[in-house]
């Protein structure tokens, strides 16, 4: 190849010169990018390429259906419970388990405390690296940085003292020579633009938001008992409620709930006050990056719609944001998405280091089949006898991700595709969540198909999240004052109860994007167990048609300033927010058997 | 090395706190190590002493989840750490390089610090298909682990991936993949179990390392004895409950309203060795038996492959609810000779391997020897 068209539509070049960038930092688990930039150093062809694989579908083989959430937890420590969210949904959905209200409300409010965390962990933590340079806060005026932070927002803490004592403690990082995660960074890049000001408001607000987030997740630790890695249960939440009685101190009491109430309170705050002031501000700077890092945000969206108002009902009535999917960039038709359906959800391996008997054949999950199959392909340089990958061959198979597709077309999904899709399905408080946003920055609504449109999403549903987080919270409170404290279903709790067979589906919206779960149960044991996650759909590799996926399609088309350092890249896929520890540990149901590394 | 010794105690003076404010840091991290009072001046000297350490921190086959918690710790908090305690000149998650900027740092950290930096690292090492189902930069990320480990000064292995295998090493483990002290031999390692670690045993392992300037005492599963040495039900505060025959039956039943023990819904803190009883999660907000969910033993080798989760572990003794506290002393009294005599085959076994690193622990479950009452969970 030197220059194709795929069929979604995307003109792929891979004659100019190569850059790898491994490993992709500031993310969850290992990625590899490589692309061609040609002679002005804009991107023509890009390569996502999932460089772990931990096979656990085989591993639940044979399990206890009811401990399957505490394994899948493991796939991920960041997005912590979103697994065991879908895992309990899934043994629910087989089992035929309706889990009591109360159950319901918990487990919205400890996924809305994750959403509000790891939104906001990303932005600072993972992300803002990548638009505010640490040195250059250095040079900055406290005392303007003190009138720029009171200008945007009534945040305490911004007086002149404070942002003079952040720069002494940067000053002091940078002069010892020991700069630590700051070691190596881009800093003086061309690509950088905020003034000093802007970027000591924000180191200011990324030692802030680091000593915060802590405190977000202790409402996962008060039903769930600890964080990460919270505790679930099939059939309702683990911990009860007793709030009258004797013994109240070992249950959920007035107490606990007060703990909860006071964080979601502090949640919101931080959110609103200072998350979101300085995304705005940031994001005034860098105007153009709503212009670049489309991808497929414009054609193809999808959401399994999440955090059901009623439990048990997981119709777009009940969900707070709806299921669907948008093809072809028509926001007037929002597509209904059945993922038990055989011909919607199909995962290829072409180019995937997994054999299917045909590899140009998609399968659904529940039909997963996977042997992992390592090899690169003829193209490739390096990676012989122990050396250093230099280039990998993408018109062989390269990657531990699979290919999913929705009726055969790769889709974006995330915090992007929910708002876009709340939006379009007429949710009146979305829209104007995100069209205020929009107009303080004045930019038309298909800024959101952008590198910026997906961090500004982001931001603007972890504001939602930490609203409807209080609303879930008040829910809880005045259910319980009503008299319901029951947590748990346990009328099918022994597998004696269970039918000799049944097969289940879960699904949750992580914060990444559209989950899905599937298994078997036999016998009382899971017989197969397969996962598509948020990070399969964005960073997904090549299909057999030549479609590429989200990660490939957005950095086309992306000038960089100078290739070896690859600030723009990271700008790029960081705004996916990337966690490939999900993505690449799938594997079906006769897995188990591996070749060994065949490096050709 | 670096000219330029920085001492912790240099970088908080020069960011505005008080001698008063340093002294209280100090106590609270004497308190958090057991050392008393005396130990404040110990703490406060080598704060005021001590360069900042360069720590190297390297990511396998993991989930992440021991890199969130480190971020969760409250005292110290992440964030005094990262800036003051340590130089954390290479960690994934949050480093701002990438590519071969990052992998340029490990290079100068080997150059620069040859046997004076600590290796952490997250998650496992696997074997199988010539290490390719982790790579990074370009090559198996054996390779990455097996350079960094060379020149080491200690290598910490954090969670349960790294000191035992957890989630992908349970049954079949397809890729091999294993835990670092089987890899390593001529550098200690510590481990520092659980799925994740608690943060403050996290953060309590470095600054403790720091502030002696040598590793802590460490058992034959190579975990530190400060943190590890106690089952979760020795320090559970629901243990009254199972002493008193006072047992959780179901979900969400009159027991479990009124916080009563979980050993019949599969509690593993019988069999666990952890600090999550007496020290709590996320600063102590909670711990999952507190949240009425029985221990998984999550920092124990192995845990995955001693379920189901939710079955009892079969004939642990407990106190009747009919016995009076004469009954109770006496047969204490015979219980606690029982533990004791264990515990000294133990206690000896121990001593005779001071000084010297297990090569491979995980042969030995020396531990449970000394458990008395309590049965492997496996049916």
């Known amino acids: ?600 | 090395m670096s000219e330029k010794h920085e001492t912790f105690y240099d970088v908080i003076c020069q960011r505005g706190v008080s001698r008063r404010d340093f002294l209280k840091f100090c106590a609270i991290t004497a308190t958090m190590l057991g050392l008393g009072p005396e130990g404040v001046a110990t703490v406060a000297h080598a704060m005021e002493t001590k360069p900042r350490i360069p720590v190297l921190w390297l990511h396998g086959l993991e989930c992440t989840c021991c890199s969130e918690s480190f971020l969760r710790s409250g005292h110290p908090m992440a964030s005094e750490i990262i800036t003051s305690m340590i130089s954390l000149d290479y960690d994934d998650t949050i480093m701002a390089a990438a590519g071969d900027q990052a992998e340029e740092i490990i290079h100068d950290i080997m150059r620069d610090y040859r046997g004076a930096y600590i290796l952490a690292v997250e998650g496992n090492i696997p074997l199988a298909n010539d290490g390719m189902a982790c790579i990074v930069a370009g090559r198996p990320f054996r390779h990455q682990f097996d350079e960094a480990a060379k020149h080491a000064k200690a290598i910490i292995a954090w969670g349960t991936c790294a000191s035992s295998g957890c989630v992908q090493a349970a049954k079949p483990n397809p890729t091999r993949a294993t835990p670092v002290h089987k890899l390593v031999s001529h550098v200690p390692v510590i481990n520092v179990p659980g799925c994740p670690p608690i943060a403050e045993v996290m953060t309590g392992v470095l600054s403790y390392i720091l502030t002696y300037d040598r590793l802590p005492e460490l058992d034959n599963q190579l975990r530190p004895k400060m943190f590890y040495s106690q089952r979760v039900h020795d320090k559970c505060y629901r243990r009254a409950h199972f002493d008193a025959g006072q047992f959780v039956e179901s979900w969400d039943d009159e027991g479990a309203r009124q916080g009563w023990c979980l050993y019949k819904m599969g509690c593993r803190g019988p069999t666990t060795y952890n600090a999550c009883a007496s020290m709590g999660w996320n600063e102590g907000t909670s711990f999952p038996i507190k949240s009425g969910h029985g221990c998984i033993g999550c920092s124990e080798e192995g845990y995955f492959d001693r379920g189901p989760f939710y079955e009892r572990l079969p004939d642990m003794q407990q106190w009747g609810i009919e016995s009076n506290a004469d009954k109770v002393a006496v047969a204490g009294a015979a219980a606690l000779g029982g533990a004791i005599a264990t515990q000294a085959v133990v206690t000896l076994t121990k001593r005779a391997m001071t000084g010297k690193r297990l090569k491979d622990s995980g042969q030995n479950n020396g531990n449970k020897v000394g458990d008395g009452t309590a049965e492997e969970g496996k049916p």
Not at chain 1, 130 to 135: E, S, T
Not at chain 1, 234 to 262: D, F, Q, W, Y
Not at chain 1, 327 to 335: A, M, P, R
Request: with cysteine; net charge neutral; proline share 6%.
């Open chain 1, 1 to 600: 190849m030197s220059q194709i068209v795929t069929p979604n539509g995307f003109t792929l070049d891979n004659s100019g010169r190569r850059v790898a960038i491994d490993p992709v930092t500031r993310i969850e688990g290992h990625l590899r990018i490589e692309v061609n930039v040609d002679a002005n150093n804009v991107i023509r062809n890009a390569v996502s390429v999932g460089t772990m694989w931990r096979g656990l579908e085989p591993i639940l083989q044979g399990r206890d259906p009811r401990d399957a959430w505490a394994f899948v937890q493991r796939i991920c420590g960041v997005c912590t419970g979103v697994h065991a969210l879908a895992s309990v949904r899934a043994v629910e959905d087989a089992l035929n388990i309706p889990i009591p209200k109360n159950a319901n409300t918990i487990r919205n409010i400890m996924h809305l405390a994750l959403f509000a965390h790891d939104h906001l962990v990303h932005f600072y933590h993972l992300h803002a690296l990548d638009w505010v340079d640490v040195v250059s806060a250095l040079s900055a005026s406290p005392k303007a940085t003190s009138e720029l932070a009171q200008s945007i927002s009534s945040w305490p803490k911004s007086s002149t003292g404070y942002f003079s004592d952040v720069q002494q403690k940067i000053k002091r990082l940078v002069g010892s020579g020991q700069l630590g995660p700051f070691r190596n960074g881009y800093w003086g890049h061309p690509a950088y633009k905020l003034p000093p000001e802007a970027n000591l408001m924000a180191v200011a607000h990324y030692i802030e938001a680091l000593d915060f987030q802590r405190e977000i997740v202790k409402i996962q630790a008060v039903f769930g008992g600890k964080n990460p890695h919270p505790m679930w249960l099939v059939g309702g939440v683990p911990s009860a409620i007793n709030v009258h009685g004797a013994g109240a101190t070992g249950a959920i009491n007035a107490e606990r709930l007060n703990l909860v109430a006071k964080i979601a309170d502090q949640t919101l705050d931080f959110i609103s006050q200072v998350y979101i002031p300085d995304l705005l501000a940031i994001a005034s700077f860098y105007k153009d990056w709503f212009k670049l890092g489309d991808g497929l945000a414009s054609k193809n969206l999808m959401s399994y719609g999440e955090f059901p108002t009623l439990a048990n009902d997981t119709s777009n009535a009940s969900f707070m944001l709806p299921r669907g999917a948008i093809l072809n960039g028509d926001l007037k038709q929002i597509h209904e998405v059945d993922l038990k359906d055989p011909n919607q959800v199909h995962e290829f391996v072409e180019h995937s280091w997994y054999r299917y008997p045909d590899d140009k054949a998609g399968l659904h999950p529940w039909d997963g089949k996977t042997d992992m199959e390592f090899r690169l392909g003829p193209k490739s340089r390096g990676g012989k006898d122990g050396t250093r990958i230099e280039e990998i061959d993408e018109n062989d198979k390269y990657s531990y991700i699979k290919a999913p597709r929705w009726k055969g077309h790769a889709m974006e999904v995330g915090p992007l595709a929910r708002m876009v899709i709340a939006y379009a399905n007429g949710d009146k408080y979305v829209q104007e969540l995100v069209d205020s946003t929009l107009k303080k920055l004045d930019l038309p609504l298909t800024a959101l198909f952008s590198t910026l449109g997906r961090t500004a999403a982001r931001g603007l549903e972890g504001l939602w999240a930490a609203e409807k987080l209080k609303e879930q919270v008040a829910l809880l409170q005045s259910d319980i004052r009503a008299g319901n404290s029951s947590t748990a279903n346990t009328e099918k709790w022994q597998p004696e109860t269970w039918p000799s067979e049944a097969k289940g589906a879960g699904y949750c919206e992580a914060p990444r994007g559209a989950l899905g779960h599937w298994l078997y149960i036999k016998g009382g044991k899971i017989d197969n167990y397969q996962c598509v996650v948020p990070t399969t759909w964005n960073a997904s590799p090549r299909d057999p048609a030549g479609n590429i996926g989200a990660y490939e399609a957005s950095l086309l088309g992306v000038p960089m300033a100078d290739p070896k350092k690859p600030l723009e890249i990271l700008r790029v896929i960081h705004s996916f927010d990337p966690c490939l520890a999900c993505a690449t540990h799938v594997i079906g149901p006769d897995g188990g058997l591996l070749t060994e590394a065949k490096i050709l």
